[in-house]
Nanobody, 116 residues
Framework: VQLVESGGGLVQPGGSLRLSCGAS????????IKWYRQAPGKEREYVAT????????VYADTVTGRFTISRDNVKNTVYLQMNSLKSDDTAVYYC??????????RGQGTQVTVSS
């Protein structure tokens, strides 16, 4: 089983990026998918969740209203649409798959840099 993130890059403040979290070896719709991020010298920070059962979404206060998590079951991929990006959003973003509260697999991360 594997998760692979992509879509990171360099963007100016106020810009947008869409991160992808593609699954292989399992059906991503059967797992709760969570995005976390970690900036240099800082602890890992929770970002957002897409639940498996009813596709509920939950967001950290720091990203509410700016980020949107979604899922494409055909492509077996979860997305994180990030708008109105700020320098504080600079971090490596990781997607995680959980089942019954247990971490199953984590991706390798994708770098997001917000800078002018």
């Amino acid at each position: 089983v594997q998760l692979v993130e992509s879509g990171g890059g360099l963007v100016q403040p106020g810009g947008s990026l869409r991160l992808s979290c593609g699954a292989s070896g399992f059906s991503i719709s059967s797992y709760d998918i969570k995005w976390y991020r970690q900036a240099p010298g800082k602890e890992r920070e929770y970002v957002a969740t897409m639940t498996s059962d009813n596709s509920n979404t939950v967001y950290a206060d720091t990203v509410t209203g700016r980020f949107t998590i979604s899922r494409d079951n055909v492509k077996n991929t979860v997305y994180l649409q990030m708008n109105s990006l700020k320098s504080d959003d600079t971090a490596v973003y990781y997607c995680h798959a959980y089942q019954y509260g247990a971490l199953i697999v984590r991706g390798q991360g994708t770098q997001v840099t917000v800078s002018s």
